[in-house]
């Protein structure tokens, strides 16, 4: 075997093996302009500014975190089932966009287990419009409601506590965490129905809705952990493109 290609190889030996060592050495961080915290007297405290000001940021989306815009936030489907009386109820409600979710939040408190990632914080909405389209069959209070076409559900003054439950994982050597569950508990003041079509008849549809608003805390009581659910799975996904990119040490400083 001649020298040069000899040489040759070892050089393309040389060059698969650098570019395999930034592959594995160049992790991503967090944005520059996002506040971060260290793990300790005040880290819970440091958080809830931290990431007040980072989901701030985060509202025209971040391309290289991969989170899309979230004011309004684009919501393919949520599907709400209540099958307990006094309702029974099935609503699925697609291309859902919903609005002043984030503009509006505002994180209050957290209480923090990192060894057994686990996040718990509870935030303050004042006000969450989902508008999009429907389709809803079942009772409520022993009426039938049937229907499909265009909603309004706007939630005032909501109460929500964030249960984050993660787990670790290692990628090249270095430590992430990705959340495996979110569970959601929303808790509003107030919450507004609009459901156009229903039955198909103008006259009845105003009736129906007049109802559903005049008894909205028992009907919403029913259905909001289907909301709340329905969130949740939401909130991981948009969580997950930031923890399952970021190192657990990049987030969270030691």
């Given at each position: ?15 698969v093996?650098?570019?395999t ?6 992790v ?27 989901i701030?940021?985060?509202k ?5 975190l ?9 919501v ?6 209540a ?10 409600l697609k291309?859902?966009k919903?609005?002043?979710?984030i503009?509006?939040?505002?994180i209050?408190?957290?209480?923090t ?18 508008i ?12 039938p ?23 670790p ?9 990705r ?13 507004y129905?609009h459901?156009?079509?229903l ?12 109802f ?10 029913e259905?909001k ?5 329905s969130?949740g799975?939401v ?11 970021v ?8």
């Amino acid at each position: 075997m001649s020298k040069q290609p000899t040489v040759i190889l070892l050089l393309l030996i040389a060059a698969v093996a650098q570019e395999t060592a930034k592959c594995v050495t160049a992790v991503q961080d967090l944005p520059d302009n996002f506040p971060k915290c260290k793990r300790d007297a005040n880290f819970d405290k440091c958080l809830v500014d931290a990431v007040n000001q980072a989901i701030q940021l985060l509202k025209s989306g971040n391309k290289e975190l991969g989170i899309p815009p979230l004011e309004p936030l684009t919501v393919k489907k949520l599907v709400i089932d209540a099958g307990n009386a006094p309702i029974n109820l099935r609503q699925a409600l697609k291309n859902v966009k919903v609005h002043d979710m984030i503009s509006t939040s505002k994180i209050q408190r957290y209480r923090t287990d990192l060894d057994k990632h686990l996040i718990i914080c509870d935030s303050k909405t004042d006000r969450i419009e989902m508008i999009g389209d429907y389709e809803m069959s079942g009772r409520i209070l022993l009426l039938p409601i049937t229907g499909h076409g265009k909603a309004n559900i706007t939630l005032v003054n909501t109460k929500i506590e964030h249960r984050l439950i993660g787990e670790p994982f290692e990628k090249d050597g270095v430590k992430y965490m990705r959340l495996k569950e979110y569970r959601v508990v929303m808790d509003p003041k107030r919450v507004y129905l609009h459901f156009e079509n229903l039955f198909n008849d103008k006259t009845l549809s105003e009736g129906m809705n007049r109802f559903l608003n005049e008894n909205w805390e028992t009907v919403f009581n029913e259905l909001k952990v289907g909301y709340s659910k329905s969130f949740g799975l939401v909130f991981r996904e948009l969580s997950n493109k930031i923890f399952e990119k970021v190192p657990f040490d990049n987030i969270f400083l030691s």
